[in-house]
């Protein structure tokens, strides 16, 4: 909608919720007629509300009307506003690193915590999710990460509700890694968690011999999480696929300056993060920040980013390549991405 100018979408849009608006009133003066049949036209009511709200949020996002970060910055200061884009996912697949990477870029601000408003906090508002972002100046995109976001089933639409020309981002990586480091992480904390195969596969009897054939447990999260195309099928059913920039994760360590450039790109920023930005740790096994500007010592992520993973039988590896396959598949074809994993 691009050929349409600016003040004239606001016209339209101001007028067509006017419209909307003048015969929601009407529907309820007629309900108000007759008092004794309030009680059954409420439900009429709310529908004809919450159909008002998502009419209003479709017509803004088709006329690209961008109805919750408007923001006006007073003389040059800073001001908090909704977020621009989201890290929405996916856990364990270098989330962590993609923000803080970004957070290099003058143009980025970011939320240093995960806030877990789309999952946990919707009840607490707009208002409330407002506050927990950093001030930005004229200029500055506000970001946030929480990788819960990809698998909340109503997250879409609640993103959607804040912002629907919000940009998302969402990092993936070969989900039999994934779950190994999603398991590393939970046996950190309780070290009498059992084996990982033992996790995630389960032993069934099959045949006269009474042979043990295992079988994917796919209920387990560790294992459930790696099926990418469920998600994504959820989130392209609200979003256009050109909101969403899936990262590789691998090449967020191989290659982490080629990845950014990609990032910068699609955030709408300059290429800032180059190659200069990174080295290569070798005791960490991960690429490591560089701020060549400032005098500032190089860093790493923390301890809990880049542990080293325990030794998986290669058999129930296999079975986990196996299972994943088709659901690996289908996440090329619905992504439009081949990301190669084995
Ligand atoms: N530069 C750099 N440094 C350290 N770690 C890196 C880096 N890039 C990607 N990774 C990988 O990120 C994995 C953790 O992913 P997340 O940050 O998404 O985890 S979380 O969901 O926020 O808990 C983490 O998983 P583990 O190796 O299992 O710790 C890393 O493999």
Redesign the pocket.
């Known amino acids: 909608m691009k050929w349409i100018p600016v003040l004239s979408k606001r016209i339209i849009f101001i007028y067509v919720i006017l419209i909307f608006l003048l015969y929601i009133i009407y529907v309820l003066n007629t309900c108000l007629v007759d008092e004794s049949q309030l009680k059954g036209k409420y439900l009429l009511i709310k529908r004809h509300i919450s159909k008002y709200k998502s009419a209003t949020v479709r017509l803004a996002s088709f006329l690209g009307i961008d109805l919750h970060s408007r923001i006006t910055y007073p003389n040059g200061e800073s001001v908090k506003k909704l977020p621009d884009a989201l890290i929405i996912?996916?856990?364990?697949?270098?989330?962590?690193?993609?923000?803080?990477?970004l957070r290099i870029h003058p143009d980025v601000r970011a939320a240093g915590s995960?806030v877990h408003f789309f999952d946990k906090f919707y009840h607490k508002g707009f208002e409330w999710y407002r506050d927990k972002m950093p001030s930005t100046t004229e200029g500055q995109i506000t970001m946030e990460?929480t990788?819960s976001y990809w698998v909340t089933r109503s997250a879409p639409k609640r993103v959607y509700a804040m912002n629907p020309s919000v940009k998302l981002l969402a990092?993936v990586?070969d989900p039999v890694?994934r779950a190994?480091?999603?398991y590393?992480?939970s046996a950190s904390k309780r070290p009498s968690l059992p084996r990982f195969e033992d996790l995630a596969l389960v032993n069934s009897t099959v045949g006269w011999g009474g042979v043990r054939w295992s079988v994917v447990d796919a209920s387990w999260g560790p294992v459930r999480l790696g099926v990418y195309a469920r998600p994504l099928r959820r989130w392209l059913r609200r979003f256009p696929r050109g909101r969403l920039l899936l990262i590789n994760?691998e090449r967020?360590?191989s290659e982490?300056a080629k990845e950014m450039a990609r990032v910068q790109d699609f955030l709408g920023l300059k290429r800032v993060i180059t190659e200069k930005h990174f080295y290569f740790n070798s005791t960490?096994g991960?690429?490591?920040?560089l701020k060549p500007d400032s005098k500032s010592t190089p860093h790493?992520?923390g301890k809990?980013?880049?542990?080293?993973?325990p030794h998986i039988d290669p058999v129930a590896i296999e079975r986990l390549r196996d299972f994943y396959r088709p659901f690996n598949e289908r996440f090329y074809q619905l992504s439009g991405i081949n990301f190669g994993w084995p």
């Open positions: 996912g996916v856990k364990k697949c270098g989330t962590r690193a993609l923000l803080e990477f995960e990460k990788p990092v990586r890694t190994i480091s999603d590393t992480q994760g967020l360590v982490p960490k991960f690429p490591c920040l790493c992520l809990t980013k880049g542990r080293s993973h």
